[in-house]
């Protein structure tokens, strides 16, 4: 809520981790030494981390239980709170086949906290009233049109919008699964829709299909490798068991030459 652009947040998930793992990195190759092994002896690893620790727990149904298949993939580029509406939005579209004209007024509830974070926020990709609305006329959201700050000036979309109201839900903010959303909508010849989201689509309760996934990952590798390269990378994630050499990888990932780029040899 009071960092508006989230830039806080990207950094401590994505950047300070990459930032630490390269001072190691360097620190190590420049000499340094640490102790041996973190998670043994005085004030090691777990005592950092947890008051009263169990490493026990690290090992519990090992071969058994694997912590990644509760991984949570979200199926939009967007804020989380703004997901479970989308959902309901889509499926809403998907049955009865109405368009953004026919909208007297949406109501969306969302838990009361997750409100305030998506309720005409300043990111595009956070404001679920904005969202929703371009969801509604152009049928669809790419990574692309969801962070294209212009597009909240669309006297379009800008339209939509004020008929959309936020509604905080304290009885949304206590239901299991987390993140859960109603959208109701009211249309001009009075028909009227409501839709909940109980589990959002991504999440380990609702988890997307493989070839979903491998969509989303070729759309958001493509803008910055290109469609050939993107198509590579997923074709050889999806077959990782079979390579015998995970370093052989690296070159799908590698920036192109200047040369390769002019011949037009990665698309």
């Known amino acids: 809520m009071r960092d508006a652009e989230h830039v806080e947040k990207a950094f401590d998930f ?13 620190m190590v190759a420049a000499g340094f030494t640490g102790v041996d092994d973190v998670f043994s002896g005085e004030r090691n690893f ?14 519990e149904q090992l071969g058994k239980r694997f912590e990644i298949m509760g991984t949570n993939i979200k199926k939009w580029s967007v804020g989380s709170p703004a997901q479970s509406a989308l959902d309901a939005l889509e499926a809403l ?14 109501e969306v509830h969302l ?48 339209a939509l919008r004020r008929k959309i109201t936020l509604v905080p839900s304290e009885e949304l903010a206590h239901a299991v699964p987390p993140r859960q959303a109603i959208v109701a909508i009211k249309a001009h010849d009075g ?9 959002v689509r991504g999440t380990a309760d609702n988890p997307m299909t493989p070839s979903e996934v491998e969509a989303k990952a070729s759309e958001l590798i493509a803008g910055v490798l290109g469609a050939r390269r993107a198509e590579a990378i997923v ?12 370093t052989a ?16 040899q990665i698309g």
Request: with cysteine.
């Open 14 to 26: 994505g950047g300070m981790p990459a930032r630490n793992g390269v001072t190691a990195a360097t």
């Open 46 to 59: 777990f005592e950092a981390y947890a008051p009263r620790p169990d490493p026990e727990q690290l090992t």
């Open 93 to 106: 579209i998907a049955i009865e086949r109405f368009g953004p004209d026919e909208i007297e007024a949406i």
């Open 111 to 158: 838990p009361s906290r997750s409100a305030r974070t998506v309720d005409n926020s300043s990111m595009p990709d956070v404001n679920v009233q904005h969202l929703m609305a371009m969801l509604l006329i152009d049928g669809t959201l790419s990574f692309a049109t969801i962070h294209d700050a212009a597009r909240m000036q669309d006297s379009a979309i800008l």
């Open 191 to 199: 028909l009227c829709l409501s839709r909940r989201t109980v589990a």
């Open 235 to 246: 074709r050889a994630m999806r077959n990782i068991e079979t390579v015998a050499d995970i």
């Open 249 to 264: 990888l690296r070159r799908l990932w590698r920036p192109s030459t200047s040369k390769h780029r002019a011949r037009g």
